[in-house]
């Protein structure tokens, strides 16, 4: 499979997905994380085993347009994303936008602060087993062998 990722600007992010369904891709998945400069998206669209991602970068106290319009079932994902990040995101499909009520939280937009945000100490890698799906367990890191004991001098 061939991955390519793409920078696009918000406002742009619609044209391209409509650009997307007429050139009969599928919506995979679309990503959110928080970064200094507010929030990072990822649109991920597939055809013929070449997945092609859509990175947008939004203000914290920007917006995004909804692609449900183009994708209908990307109602799922634009709902998480506002309840647990907070970003707002316009125009979701009137029937299935939630109004920040998608998932009952204890505390609203926990996602919201980077400073709560936690970064891995390290990479983590995934290796892909066949048949058996993905496993990404996080293993240890093998520690490094002791070095080797000099031989004593003038021995027997």
Request: aromatic share 12%; with cysteine.
């Amino acid at each position: 499979m061939k991955q390519i990722f793409i920078q696009t600007a918000a406002a742009d992010l619609l044209g391209k997905a409509a650009q997307y369904k007429k050139d009969g891709y599928r919506m995979v998945q679309i990503l959110c994380t928080r970064v200094p400069e507010g929030y990072e998206l990822t649109y991920s669209f597939d055809k013929d085993y070449v997945m092609e991602n859509l990175r947008v970068v939004v203000p914290l106290e920007g917006s995004v347009m909804s692609v449900t319009s183009q994708y209908w079932y990307a109602f799922v994902w634009e709902n998480e994303i506002h309840d647990l990040f907070g970003l707002n995101v316009e125009f979701i499909a009137p029937e299935v936008d939630y109004g920040g009520k998608f998932f009952h939280l204890a505390k609203p937009m926990p996602w919201h602060e980077l400073a709560n945000a936690k970064q891995p100490a390290a990479a983590v890698k995934v290796n892909l087993r066949p048949g058996l799906g993905v496993d990404a367990a996080v293993k240890p890191a093998a520690k490094p062998a002791a070095p080797a004991a000099k031989p004593a001098e003038g021995g027997n």
